[in-house]
């Protein structure tokens, strides 16, 4: 079923509560609709495909087409005796699916509970977290091909998965895909990331089950982040930068010594960018409506849901000045900006 919406008010659909309209909003539940909807479409007018508004900060009104997935489903398509392959709704609940899995013992994507969003994003945005992110265990990626007017199944090698990253947020190639199932390859065997240094002190005896994974991800998630749900935000704003060896002297002559966190990676030296803005002064502060997470400085919120678009691109601009100011580097945001 299709449905359409005039005037929309953006703010019911991202996480971050920012006014904001759209000319059409439209909502369906069978991949058949897709091209539908594309066929209906004037030339002139500009379309948004969306997920469930976790990563999305619109800094004006849209004055196009936005359309959201609803499809639904979690079906088991293949397994044997160490491994299943899951198809998922694009319009699933991320966290939904992650339950179900965790609930059948299965493995792989446990340590990303908790993180808001649907199916089909996490595809997109190759959501991570605690030492785990989706590419790990996504197979391939069931979309419509704008270009080709047809339905394409891309193979997770295609994908280019990359830190927060894969083809379907290259400019090159932005929108040119509208995903409507993910296939997900998940273990039946223990297989517990538990290396990440809060589940590793949470755990005194290894986890034997992925539910137990599951618990510990939820309780250290919210020791440091904000419920969506009560205090809007769109989760970490910005990427963790990697920098390079002349930046992480600057870093390490700043400070003095070189105990900061760093990590080697195959481009350079990563560097959390909750450090860098917390070591800059900005955790708990705000500018009229926003603020910084005073329990994770990489999470701007809408504590009292009256922030505008204009005070979050103050508060931005206003962090990433300083941490280049101070250390050098230039932070990216990881929130899309409309």
């Not at 495909?49 to 997935?69: K, P, R």
């Not at 517990?192 to 994974?213: G, N, R, W």
């Not at 990489?298 to 504590?303: D, E, F, S």
Request: charged residues 25%.
């Amino acid at each position: 079923m299709i449905t359409t919406y005039h005037n929309f008010d953006l703010s019911k659909a991202t996480t971050f509560a920012i006014p904001a309209k759209c000319g059409c909003f439209i909502e369906y539940d069978r991949k058949e609709d897709i091209p539908f909807i594309l066929s209906a479409l004037r030339k002139d007018v500009d379309f948004l495909h969306i997920g469930g508004g976790s990563n999305l900060l619109f800094t004006s009104d849209f004055h196009g087409v936005i359309a959201h997935s609803k499809i639904k489903g979690i079906e088991i398509i293949e397994e044997n005796s160490s491994h299943v392959k899951v198809r998922v709704g694009a319009g699933e609940i991320m966290d939904d699916f992650i339950h179900w899995a965790c609930d059948r013992e299965l493995w792989g994507v446990e340590n990303l509970s908790g993180i808001p969003g649907e199916v089909g994003a996490s595809a997109v945005q190759n959501v991570g977290a605690y030492g785990m992110e989706a590419a790990d265990s996504i197979i391939e990626v069931n979309a419509f091909d704008r270009e080709k007017h047809e339905f394409v199944t891309i193979a997770r090698d295609k994908c280019r998965y990359g830190y927060r990253d894969s083809i379907f947020k290259r400019p090159e190639l932005h929108g040119c895909y509208i995903i409507h199932s993910v296939v997900y390859q998940l273990s039946t065997l223990p297989a517990p990331h538990i290396e990440y240094p809060a589940l590793k002190e949470y755990f005194s005896t290894p986890p034997t089950s992925p539910l137990d994974v599951r618990k510990a991800v939820m309780s250290v998630r919210d020791t440091k982040l904000p419920d969506p749900q009560t205090i809007p935000s769109a989760g970490s704003f910005f990427k963790n930068p990697v920098i390079s060896e002349t930046q992480l002297e600057h870093i390490q002559n700043v400070e003095g010594n070189n105990s900061f966190p760093h990590y080697r990676t195959d481009d350079g030296w990563k560097v959390p960018a909750a450090w860098l803005i917390d070591h800059c002064g900005w955790k708990g502060r705000s500018i009229g409506n926003v603020a910084v997470w005073h329990l994770q400085p990489l999470v701007i919120v809408n504590p009292e849901r009256k922030a505008s678009a204009d005070e979050v691109l103050r508060l931005e601009h206003e962090i990433m000045l300083s941490v280049r100011e101070k250390y050098g580097v230039t932070l990216t945001p990881e929130v899309e900006h409309i």
